[in-house]
Structures are given as structure tokens and as C-alpha cells.
């Protein structure tokens, strides 16, 4: 037999752990998945001393197109994800213009993604208070969930949900059989105190985070949980970033509530913002040192977190500039460093886990039955990974438009050799090698009557 691409001794992470197996490809899809498999294939790939990871699932990235290119864009936003052993992105409905809230801005979105995404990819469409009657032709054209906002989005045309449209929104939700994710901080706290800062004067980078604790971050997701208790509504918390956060999402006795944190809050302390500056400006913002250890020992003891995502969220660098800390323009830039970040927190951190992490446990959440693991019938989404490589992150490394992150100088392990996107590799020994070929990815859903 002659497949079209076979992978040869590599170590592959597998849900239940790590084997050294060969892996057979055909029309994109795994086909064989064994040791010593017999064949040949009309392309072969030596993978000894490298790790299999199925390919990255990032469920939240902002590629801001279209509209505003300018700040990113698919064909350099997915060059970065492939770069760090992406295959699969899900892109938010904010930050372009015009933003995903109907039929025919997802239609816009959707033509510019199949022109330059190199990955497969995933649409958000937005829960906002002007959108409610659109939700029914956002579902029927295959967005994988609704994204509302609690607190300010900071787009003029992307209004926070208030009580009233989230309550309706994930009634609508539930009845389509889509998840609502939420950007989950007490609207009216983090407004009023940051007033009070500007009023006063106090503009600087830590009046920035005294104006977004960690209560209004706990308050909202208390809130939402009622909320999605009370209409049956799947609900996703974007974004946790605090051991205070995590243990409000938790939930035992119900499977609707799940919740992301980003390597960012494991990785960065609010020290870190004076000295890295606004390409460490985010909401929610970074946390203490003190915190971040306890996120990190619960996290490390109890595996409490549903999966990590980037949040990448670029702009250019004129709105990264400024001395008021509340003007200038937040989100990080890190879809290409996920990878390598979840590797490289803890040595003792299983690589079934950081593959689950990264990939699988957002493909099962979110009904996307193709992807996230490595085992036959799935689609052949790969990462090869050299997995005890140690290397500088330096600025010429990334592939994204501006190449702003907070970890430039910071030390990973585990370089990306190889992304290979439905059996077509995409990116090679830190270069671009493949031509867009995105296709859209819709989740598997039922819809409730009623």
C-alpha cells in the first residue's frame, strides 16, 4: 500500500500516553497507527527523537480581519499559530470591522478566512444587546458558540451584554445547542474604579490593575454560573486569571460551565508590566506573584483548568504607546508560544496532559469530532516537536504582523519542527512552507425544541 505520508519512529502523544509508533496519512486523514507499520508511502518523514502532538486547537484568538488587517489578519495570524504547532484556530467576532453579529458579516469573515488562512479554522459570532434576533442565522451558517461581554469590550460597536441580553441570549443558545463564552469581570466595578484613577490622575500601569481586582473577575463568573443553571445554557469562561477565578468556575454537578485560563497568567506576574510595558497589557489583567503561585500549585495538584487558549489579541505598535496605562490599547500577542509554554512550565507535566490541554479537551468541548487526537479517523492535524530543545524566543522567531510579545527573551522548551495541517505540512524549520487551505469547522450541535 502506498499512503500519501508516513511518519516513522516518532514518540506519540497519545490520550493515554507516550509510544514510539509509525503513522500512516491518507486524504488528509490518520489512516494506520502502529509500530513497525509495513508499506510504503510517496512521502516519508523520519521522526526519531521527536515528539507526535496533535496539532494546537486555539478556541480564542483575535485575527481582526476583516476590517482591520492592519492589527493582524489570517495569512500572518495563522503563519504565527503554524509556527507553534497550530492547526486550528477559532477566531472572535470583535476587533473587526464590520464585527461578526449576523449573517452577513460572518459571510465576509468566512471569505476572507478561506482566502489566507493556512489552518482550519472556527467563527465566534457575538451575543450583544443589538444582535439578539440574529442569533437563529449565525447558527445556521456554523459559528461554534456566541462571545458576550460583561464588562466593556472597548469596540464602540461591540456593547457588553447586560443581565437582559445574556439571560435571553443563552436561552436562544440553549435552544440552538451552542455554547455562550464570556468575558467574565463586573462591568460595573472595573468602569467605576478605573474613572476614579483617571479623575484623580492615577494613570500609571499599576493603577491599571488596581482598577481590575480579582473580586469583579469572581462576581461575574458567579453571576454567569446562575445565569447558565437557570436557562440550561453551555457556558464558557474566557480568560480566568486567578486561583480565586478558577475555584468559581468549578462546578461538580453540572457539565455546563467551562473555563480557559493563558499561559500569560502563569508565565507573567503584575511585576512583569512596568518592566515589558503595554505588550503585557491585558483584561483580565495580570495578577500578583503570590496569586500566581496559587494558580499554579492548583492547577499543578488538581489539573483544574478545561484547557488553555492564547487570548492573541495584536495591534499595531502606535497603540501600544502612550503614558496613561488606560489609553493605550491592551491584549498579548501569543498564539505562537502556547506550545511551548505549556512544555515548559513544569518538567513533571505529562505530555498526554499538555496535548489534552492544547488541543483535545477544546475539540470534545466544543463538538469538533475530527480533530484533537491522534488515533484513526481523525484528521491528520500534527505537530513534530523536539521536545527537550531549549531556546530564546527572539523577535525575528515571529511570524505574526508586529511581533510584540511579552515573552521576547524569555527561555522555552520544545521547538516546533514541523506543522502539518490535514496532512499537507505548512511549516518547516521555522519557515512557512504551505498555501492557505482553511477550512471552516462547525461544531456538532442539537437543537432543543421549544
Known amino acids: 500500500m502506498a499512503w500519501d505520508l508516513l511518519i516513522r519512529n516518532g514518540q506519540c502523544v497519545l490520550r493515554e500516553g507516550v509510544r514510539q509508533l509509525d503513522l500512516a496519512i491518507e486524504d488528509g486523514k490518520i489512516v494506520a497507527l502502529e509500530a513497525g507499520l509495513r508499506g510504503?508511502?510517496?512521502?516519508?518523514?523520519?521522526?526519531?527523537?521527536?515528539?507526535?502532538?496533535?496539532?494546537?486547537?486555539?478556541?480564542h484568538v483575535h485575527f481582526n480581519e476583516p476590517g482591520r488587517t492592519d492589527w493582524e489578519g489570517f495569512a500572518t495570524g495563522t503563519a504565527a499559530l503554524a509556527a507553534g504547532g497550530g492547526t486550528c484556530f477559532f477566531d472572535m467576532p470583535l476587533n473587526s470591522s464590520p464585527p461578526t453579529l449576523d449573517g452577513p458579516s460572518f459571510d465576509l469573515k468566512l471569505e476572507a478566512a478561506k482566502r489566507s488562512s493556512l489552518t482550519d479554522f472556527a467563527v465566534w459570532g457575538g451575543l450583544t444587546p443589538k444582535n439578539l434576533g440574529s442569533m437563529e442565522e449565525l447558527a445556521e451558517r456554523g459559528v461554534i458558540g456566541f462571545k458576550a461581554f460583561m464588562s466593556g469590550s472597548g469596540i464602540d460597536d461591540f456593547e457588553r451584554a447586560d443581565d437582559y441580553t445574556l439571560y435571553r441570549g443563552m436561552q436562544t443558545a440553549a435552544r440552538l445547542g451552542l455554547i455562550v463564552a464570556v468575558h467574565a469581570e463586573n462591568d460595573?466595578?472595573?468602569?467605576?474604579?478605573?474613572?476614579?484613577?483617571?479623575?484623580?490622575?492615577?494613570?500609571?500601569?499599576?493603577?491599571?490593575?488596581?482598577?481590575?481586582?480579582?473580586?469583579?473577575?469572581?462576581?461575574?463568573?458567579?453571576?454567569?454560573?446562575?445565569?447558565?443553571?437557570?436557562?440550561?445554557?453551555?457556558?464558557?469562561?474566557?480568560?480566568?486569571?486567578?486561583?480565586?477565578?478558577?475555584?468559581?468556575?468549578?462546578?461538580?454537578?453540572?457539565?455546563?460551565?467551562?473555563?480557559?485560563?493563558?499561559?500569560?497568567?502563569?508565565?507573567?506576574?503584575?511585576?512583569?508590566?512596568?518592566?515589558?510595558?503595554?505588550?503585557?497589557?491585558?483584561a483580565p489583567p495580570l495578577r500578583t506573584q503570590r496569586d500566581v503561585n496559587a494558580f499554579q500549585d492548583l492547577f499543578f495538584r488538581t489539573g483544574e483548568i478545561s484547557f488553555v487558549a492564547s487570548d492573541h489579541s495584536p495591534a499595531?505598535?502606535?497603540?501600544?504607546?502612550?503614558?496613561?496605562?488606560?489609553?493605550?490599547?491592551?491584549?498579548?500577542?501569543?498564539?505562537?508560544?502556547?506550545?511551548?509554554?505549556?512544555?515548559?512550565?513544569?518538567?513533571?507535566?505529562?505530555?498526554?496532559?499538555?496535548?489534552?490541554?492544547?488541543?483535545?479537551?477544546?475539540?470534545?468541548?466544543?463538538?469538533?469530532?475530527?480533530?484533537?487526537?491522534l488515533d484513526i479517523g481523525f484528521d491528520a492535524d500534527?505537530?513534530?516537536?523536539?521536545?527537550?530543545?531549549?531556546?530564546?524566543?527572539?523577535?525575528?522567531?515571529?511570524?505574526?504582523?508586529?511581533?510584540l510579545s511579552p515573552y521576547v527573551g524569555r527561555q522555552f522548551r520544545g521547538l516546533v519542527k514541523r506543522t502539518i495541517s490535514r496532512g499537507q505540512t505548512i511549516f518547516l524549520d521555522g519557515k512557512i512552507v504551505g498555501k492557505p487551505q482553511g477550512k471552516l469547522v462547525k461544531p456538532m450541535r442539537k437543537e432543543r425544541a421549544g
Open 40 to 59: 510504503s508511502a510517496r512521502e516519508e518523514i523520519d521522526a526519531a527523537g521527536l515528539h507526535i502532538f496533535p496539532g494546537v486547537i486555539d478556541p
Open 316 to 373: 499595531p505598535a502606535s497603540m501600544k504607546q502612550g503614558e496613561d496605562a488606560f489609553k493605550i490599547w491592551g491584549g498579548i500577542a501569543g498564539v505562537q508560544s502556547t506550545l511551548a509554554a505549556m512544555i515548559s512550565i513544569d518538567p513533571a507535566l505529562p505530555p498526554a496532559s499538555i496535548a489534552n490541554y492544547t488541543s483535545g479537551a477544546a475539540a470534545e468541548r466544543f463538538g469538533v469530532d475530527s480533530k484533537g487526537v
Open 188 to 282: 460595573a466595578m472595573t468602569a467605576g474604579l478605573a474613572a476614579e484613577a483617571i479623575r484623580e490622575g492615577r494613570t500609571g500601569w499599576m493603577d491599571y490593575l488596581r482598577s481590575r481586582p480579582v473580586i469583579a473577575e469572581v462576581e461575574a463568573i458567579t453571576r454567569i454560573k446562575q445565569l447558565a443553571a437557570e436557562t440550561n445554557c453551555n457556558v464558557h469562561i474566557v480568560h480566568v486569571s486567578s486561583e480565586a477565578g478558577a475555584w468559581a468556575s468549578h462546578v461538580d454537578d453540572t457539565a455546563l460551565v467551562s473555563y480557559e485560563t493563558c499561559p500569560h497568567y502563569f508565565l507573567l506576574t503584575e511585576e512583569d508590566l512596568p518592566r515589558i510595558g503595554a505588550r503585557a497589557k491585558c
Open 382 to 403: 500534527i505537530a513534530l516537536v523536539d521536545l527537550w530543545h531549549y531556546f530564546e524566543l527572539t523577535r525575528d522567531m515571529l511570524l505574526d504582523r508586529h511581533k
